[in-house]
């Protein structure tokens, strides 16, 4: 019985709103097409009003006798200040004069004064007529001007041309909308004025076919065919439109406008919705009163909630022990980020051991000559090796103080760090397998400072290990190119970019344990204890492939009043 009457309530209610549909959506198109003609006339009366009020402007001008005394004299020293208050009261464009060769000698666009226009057609036009001559001429740029231009005479005698654009494009640009394309074609069916700059000097067919199928003219398209001279039907799509088109009582223009339906359906829509929801509150009391016999089932729903009461107790004391678990996680991994750089410092020990080696040797022998120069009492030459040696006992002690500065925990003081210093500094810890692996190094660093608020260790532990993926990556290259970039702009970047293999697997690349090396050559943490440092830092680390092969890392950092807050 309730099921029946439920089926009988949905169909009168889909009866209703279908109905209700086709009724709505035939009046609301009428209402659509009255205001898009409506429109259309006062875009019509607009041109016409403009083009009018500046066609008389050139007889006026002509008729001036300070512009015929200006000619007659050929003084034009105070002719373009006239010429710009003229403009100014009359709202034109701009207005030119010129002499009788053509050539601009006043504008009130100072930057034409020179100009040659013997050969345009408003020039030659104006001197084969006494009266007003107008031409729509294209641009360079696909534009059309529009111009009124009358030749000026003193007593029969040419002395120049007078020359006022009307600006018509403003008016284009109030035509603009997001419902409709409006365009304005000249007796021979090319576009002179539309909302549309491409469709300008274009036929109709020519400007539709021209944009792509996804843009407004799509709506275009689809009104070319029958469908848009016939009233639409009451499921039309959105992207329907109605095309409309009107005379210009002036040389045979012709004013077109394609308005979409866009409107109508979200007006139908919105009557609908309205009338759904009326039938759904209609049918929500109906279930309100049904649900009344369902409260003897409360009982049973009492015990279920006693139930979830406790497994939400359980539930919290698992939250607990799972917060203990990350506080536990936080230290291991900053154990972790700690054993990185040990490993790496255990990894360049090997290189370091053999960059000692050879200012050892070198100071044997520097030794052995000084003792043969000091015997032969040349002391001078003596005192130069003791120098020699001097020197590579200062670069050695530089490679431990390195290393032993590299050792050390970072503290969490953030000072001001030279992002070039941190650079050289790493650079300096990663010499011996720069060296040993024959990297080019091209560096592109600013003269100035370029200084961040960082922990000074942190953030060379990051610079050596992009360092050290970058040479892993470059193993099997036969060049091996390693591109350093510092820049300042918004922020600090720092740009490691190798002639490698690339990288295979963008998403899971910060992702703890996960490498692409051969076991025993790494664990896959180097990258996620970068990341996560430089997030501490208030920045962070991107990755990405570059077009030439390899990969691109950067390290983006706020610069130092920005840096404070970030780190807080």
């Given at each position: 019985?309730?099921r029946?009457?439920l089926?009988?309530?949905?169909?009168?209610a889909?009866?209703v709103?279908?109905?209700?549909?086709?009724?709505?959506?035939?009046?609301?198109?009428?209402?659509?097409?009255?205001?898009?003609?409506?429109?259309l006339?006062?875009?019509?009366?607009?041109?016409i009003?403009?083009?009018?009020?500046?066609?008389?402007?050139?007889?006026?001008?002509?008729?001036?006798?300070?512009?015929?005394?200006?000619l007659?004299?050929?003084?034009?020293s105070?002719?373009?200040q006239r010429?710009?208050?003229?403009r100014?009261e009359?709202?034109a464009a701009?207005?030119?004069l010129?002499?009788?060769?053509?050539?601009?000698v006043?504008?009130?666009?100072?930057h034409e004064?020179?100009?040659?226009y013997?050969?345009?057609?408003?020039?030659?036009?104006?001197?084969?007529?006494?009266?007003?001559?107008f031409?729509?001429?294209?641009?360079?740029?696909?534009?059309?001007?529009?111009t009124?231009?009358?030749?000026i005479?003193?007593?029969?005698l040419l002395?120049?041309?007078?020359l006022?654009?009307v600006?018509l494009g403003?008016l284009a640009d109030?035509?603009r909308?997001?419902?409709?394309?409006?365009?304005?074609?000249?007796?021979?069916?090319?576009i002179i004025?539309?909302?549309?700059p491409?469709?300008r000097?274009r036929?109709?067919?020519?400007?539709?076919?021209?944009?792509?199928?996804?843009?407004?003219?799509?709506?275009a398209i689809?009104?070319a065919?029958d469908?848009?001279?016939?009233?639409p039907?009451p499921y039309?799509?959105?992207?329907?439109?109605?095309?409309l088109?009107?005379r210009?009582?002036?040389?045979?223009?012709?004013?077109?406008?394609?308005?979409?339906?866009?409107s109508?359906r979200?007006r139908?829509n919105g009557v609908?919705a309205?009338e759904?929801?009326?039938?759904?509150?209609?049918l929500?009391?109906?279930?309100?009163?049904?649900?009344?016999?369902?409260?003897?089932q409360s009982?049973?729903l009492?015990?279920?909630?006693?139930?979830?009461r406790?497994?939400?107790?359980r539930?919290?004391?698992?939250?607990?022990?799972?917060?203990k678990v990350e506080?536990?996680l936080?230290?291991a991994?900053?154990?972790?980020?700690?054993?990185?750089?040990l490993?790496a410092?255990?990894?360049?020990?090997?290189a370091?051991s053999?960059?000692?080696n050879?200012?050892?040797?070198?100071?044997?022998t520097?030794?052995?000559?000084?003792?043969l120069?000091?015997?032969?009492r040349r002391t001078?030459?003596?005192l130069?090796?003791?120098?020699?040696?001097?020197?590579?006992?200062?670069?050695m002690?530089?490679?431990?103080?390195q290393l032993?500065?590299y050792?050390?925990?970072?503290?969490?003081?953030f000072?001001?760090?030279?992002?070039?210093?941190a650079?050289?500094?790493?650079?300096?810890?990663m010499?011996?397998q720069?060296?040993q692996?024959?990297?080019?190094i091209?560096q592109?660093?600013?003269?100035?400072?370029?200084?961040v608020?960082?922990d000074?260790?942190?953030?060379?532990?990051?610079i050596?290990?992009?360092l050290?993926?970058?040479?892993d990556?470059?193993?099997?290259?036969?060049?091996?190119?390693?591109d350093?970039?510092v820049?300042?702009?918004?922020?600090?970047?720092l740009?490691?970019?190798?002639?490698?293999?690339?990288?295979?697997?963008?998403?899971?690349?910060?992702?703890?344990?996960?490498?692409?090396?051969?076991?025993?050559?790494?664990?896959?943490?180097?990258?996620?204890?970068?990341s996560?440092?430089?997030?501490?830092?208030?920045?962070r680390?991107?990755a990405?492939?570059s077009?030439?092969?390899g990969?691109v890392?950067e390290v983006?950092?706020p610069?130092p009043?920005?840096g404070?807050?970030a780190a807080?």
């Amino acid at each position: 019985m309730m099921r029946g009457l439920l089926v009988l309530f949905l169909i009168v209610a889909g009866g209703v709103v279908w109905v209700s549909n086709i009724w709505l959506t035939d009046r609301f198109t009428e209402t659509t097409r009255n205001r898009a003609e409506l429109r259309l006339a006062l875009y019509s009366g607009s041109i016409i009003s403009e083009l009018q009020r500046n066609s008389v402007v050139p007889l006026l001008l002509s008729r001036d006798p300070t512009l015929v005394r200006a000619l007659s004299v050929a003084d034009f020293s105070t002719t373009s200040q006239r010429l710009i208050s003229y403009r100014e009261e009359i709202g034109a464009a701009s207005i030119v004069l010129l002499n009788r060769d053509g050539r601009v000698v006043a504008a009130t666009d100072r930057h034409e004064i020179g100009e040659l226009y013997r050969n345009q057609p408003f020039f030659v036009d104006a001197l084969r007529t006494n009266d007003t001559v107008f031409n729509a001429t294209e641009l360079d740029t696909g534009a059309f001007d529009f111009t009124f231009s009358r030749r000026i005479d003193d007593d029969q005698l040419l002395l120049g041309v007078i020359l006022v654009r009307v600006d018509l494009g403003r008016l284009a640009d109030r035509w603009r909308g997001t419902s409709e394309a409006v365009f304005v074609a000249s007796s021979e069916g090319r576009i002179i004025l539309s909302t549309e700059p491409r469709w300008r000097g274009r036929s109709e067919e020519e400007a539709i076919a021209l944009e792509p199928p996804d843009s407004a003219i799509e709506r275009a398209i689809e009104a070319a065919g029958d469908w848009a001279f016939a009233n639409p039907g009451p499921y039309f799509s959105g992207d329907s439109t109605l095309r409309l088109e009107s005379r210009i009582p002036f040389r045979g223009w012709m004013l077109v406008s394609y308005t979409a339906y866009g409107s109508v359906r979200e007006r139908v829509n919105g009557v609908l919705a309205l009338e759904i929801m009326g039938f759904a509150l209609f049918l929500a009391a109906a279930f309100y009163l049904l649900s009344r016999r369902a409260r003897l089932q409360s009982v049973v729903l009492q015990r279920e909630s006693a139930e979830l009461r406790r497994l939400n107790d359980r539930l919290q004391r698992e939250i607990a022990e799972r917060q203990k678990v990350e506080r536990n996680l936080e230290e291991a991994e900053q154990s972790l980020a700690q054993s990185s750089k040990l490993a790496a410092l255990g990894e360049m020990s090997a290189a370091v051991s053999h960059e000692l080696n050879q200012p050892l040797a070198a100071m044997k022998t520097y030794l052995a000559g000084a003792k043969l120069l000091l015997q032969r009492r040349r002391t001078e030459e003596a005192l130069s090796s003791f120098q020699r040696i001097d020197d590579l006992i200062e670069r050695m002690g530089a490679i431990t103080r390195q290393l032993k500065s590299y050792a050390r925990k970072g503290g969490e003081a953030f000072q001001l760090v030279d992002m070039r210093d941190a650079l050289a500094s790493a650079l300096t810890m990663m010499e011996p397998q720069l060296r040993q692996m024959t990297v080019e190094i091209t560096q592109s660093l600013p003269r100035e400072p370029v200084m961040v608020m960082a922990d000074r260790l942190r953030l060379e532990q990051v610079i050596i290990n992009l360092l050290r993926n970058a040479l892993d990556a470059m193993k099997g290259e036969e060049r091996r190119e390693l591109d350093l970039i510092v820049a300042e702009g918004d922020e600090v970047v720092l740009t490691v970019r190798d002639n490698g293999r690339g990288i295979d697997d963008l998403d899971a690349l910060f992702e703890p344990f996960y490498t692409t090396k051969k076991p025993g050559d790494g664990v896959g943490l180097g990258l996620a204890i970068s990341s996560g440092i430089v997030k501490d830092l208030g920045g962070r680390l991107t990755a990405r492939n570059s077009s030439r092969g390899g990969a691109v890392f950067e390290v983006r950092l706020p610069k130092p009043d920005q840096g404070s807050a970030a780190a807080e």
